[in-house]
């Protein structure tokens, strides 16, 4: 049953602290969804919990049918969940072709881990040139697209990304949101964006859902958030 | 003489090497300085010891102890270890608890060896002689045993490093015990993974008491002084760098035989110590460690 992504009733805590209240979202297979807020809105605990790293302390969360929840976050992989945390998510210390291995590591077919991994290297083909340099010597949007071709080898059905643009100059950025639109466009991924730079995001995606202090505050079409002047005004930043 | 006492030192460091890599292993992966190491090694020892005891024969007893110190690895990060690091997650005593466990749990190993073996020194005989090789009339201290250690050591540390470097399972160890949270995010089974490490430990440690027991005696603490020399090793190679641990351990070997040799028997670990002081004052993040101190 492909229904996608559904978050209902969804609270995180960290301890007495609420990050995440009540948040009830579908996102339909294919969609591109972007969780737009400021720090500390929830939007990264929420793809944490949905990713298995950390525990909800109520409600429902499925992935075609299927509960997410309670799940170790290498489970979730192979589930077709696959989380590209905040920042500094591939491994220094490795190169940057044993970095695009870890994604295929857990996987039996290795022909297709090397046909996935021929198509990541398509996407991004700096990376193809740098592939035996030790991933600390690239540069922060290069990390970050090893960090989404990594995922890609993995086969996700639901990609799950976490600041992609954080820290990253705007034409990077553009490069990078290019490729996540072309990623969905190409093989009908299902992709959570959750990001701070909303402008960004809501270029590239179907819907957004804007958080703030763990609430929803509003959920719509890009084109519907952004002519609201209010939410333009407290949330958007532009 | 020269020569002799490199050899002498190169077999000693070899050793040394091996509980380094032992130590450094179980660090990386769990940030626990394992000292129930040198009990889990001199139980396999004794393990290999009581099989050629009952077989006569030390190289059907070097595998099996060797397997012996892998399972113990193995289950003292099931049994033990995780359940504790699961127990006491934050606060003060989340840092300290597994590394005086691990005290505790070198208590318990050697009391149980004293309780079924007894404290007497035992003899664990290999059949390589212990008498040195002879050229012509002269007769060095280096004897088939010394050669064997170097051998086996050698061996374990191609195996490891190729391991390592090469297979899946080496990729998947250096990823769980660099960035644990991304290993698991790229679908690696971290705690299996680990599980691997503390298994590696075990048997690097079975090899080492193994190898070395022939050429002197088995008791408790037979493995203690070796375990110290193995830690201050690991520290000199930054405790987090398998080529540092073996590094580490040679320096330290070769060191005192040339200490025991020219100075003297009496400072030998007097001079290992102003060693790891040094290091420590000098480089605390030891010859081989990283700059960037990692996420535990």
């Known amino acids: ?238 | 003489m020269f020569i002799d006492t490199l050899l002498i030192g190169i077999s000693s460091g070899a050793i040394y090497s091996l509980m380094a890599l032992a130590l450094v292993l179980v660090w990386r992966s769990t940030r626990v300085v394992n000292f129930a190491q040198s009990g889990q090694a001199v139980l396999s020892t004794y393990i290999g010891y009581e099989i050629s005891v009952q077989t006569h024969n030390y190289w059907i007893s070097l595998p099996l102890a060797i397997l012996a110190g892998a399972i113990l690895g193995s289950l003292v990060d099931l049994l033990f270890m995780r359940l504790l690091i699961g127990r006491a997650k934050s606060g003060p005593i989340a840092e300290i608890a597994p590394v005086i466990a691990t005290l505790g749990l070198l208590g318990l190993i050697q009391s149980l060896i004293g309780l079924i073996w007894g404290n007497a020194f035992l003899h664990y005989a290999s059949p390589l002689s212990g008498k040195g090789f002879t050229f012509g009339s002269h007769t060095i201290p280096f004897s088939p045993q010394n050669l064997f250690i170097v051998i086996a050591s050698a061996a374990v540390l191609a195996i490891f490093g190729i391991v390592f470097k090469f297979t899946d399972l080496g990729l998947a160890l250096r990823a769980a015990s660099f960035q644990p949270e991304i290993a698991q995010l790229a679908g690696i089974r971290v705690s299996r993974v680990r599980n691997i490490g503390w298994s590696f430990a075990g048997a690097a440690g079975a090899v080492a008491g193994a190898a070395i027991t022939p050429t002197s005696t088995l008791s408790p603490n037979s493995l203690d002084l070796l375990f110290v020399s193995g830690f201050i090793a690991a520290v000199i190679g930054g405790l987090d760098s398998l080529v540092g641990a073996v590094i580490g351990g040679l320096v330290l070997g070769i060191g005192f035989s040339f200490i025991l040799q020219y100075i003297g028997g009496s400072v030998t670990f007097l001079v290992g110590f102003i060693i790891l002081m040094v290091v420590l004052l000098i480089r605390p993040r030891g010859i081989f460690g990283h700059k960037v101190s990692r996420r535990a």
């Open chain 1, 1 to 238: 049953m492909k229904s996608g992504l559904k978050v209902s009733d969804f609270s995180v805590e960290y301890g007495a602290v609420r990050a995440i209240h009540d948040l009830s979202f579908h996102i339909v297979p294919g969609e591109l969804v972007a969780v737009i807020g400021s720090n500390g809105s929830g939007k990264s605990t929420l793809i944490r919990a949905l990713s298995g790293l950390i525990s909800p302390k109520q409600g429902s969360a499925t992935w075609n049918g299927i509960s997410i929840l309670g799940k170790k976050p290498e489970d979730l992989v192979r589930q077709g969940i696959v989380h590209v945390s905040e920042g500094k998510s591939v491994i220094p210390e490795l190169t940057v072709s044993e970095n695009l291995a870890l994604g295929g590591l857990w996987r039996r077919d290795k022909l297709d881990v090397s046909i996935a991994t021929q198509e990541s290297l398509a996407i991004f083909p700096v990376l193809a040139s740098r592939l035996n340099q030790r991933s600390d010597t690239l540069s922060g949007g290069e990390r970050q697209m090893l960090a989404i071709a990594r995922a890609l080898i993995s086969r996700p059905q639901l990609l799950l990304l976490d600041e992609p643009s954080l820290g990253l100059a705007p034409l990077i950025i553009e490069q990078i949101f290019v490729a996540i639109s072309h990623l969905q466009n190409q093989f009908g991924l299902t992709v959570l964006l959750v990001e701070q730079n909303a402008l960004s995001a809501l270029k590239i995606a179907d819907r957004g859902l804007i958080l703030n202090l763990g609430e929803l505050v509003k959920a719509g079409t890009p084109a519907e958030l952004i002519a609201d002047p209010e939410l333009r005004a407290a949330y958007l930043g532009f």
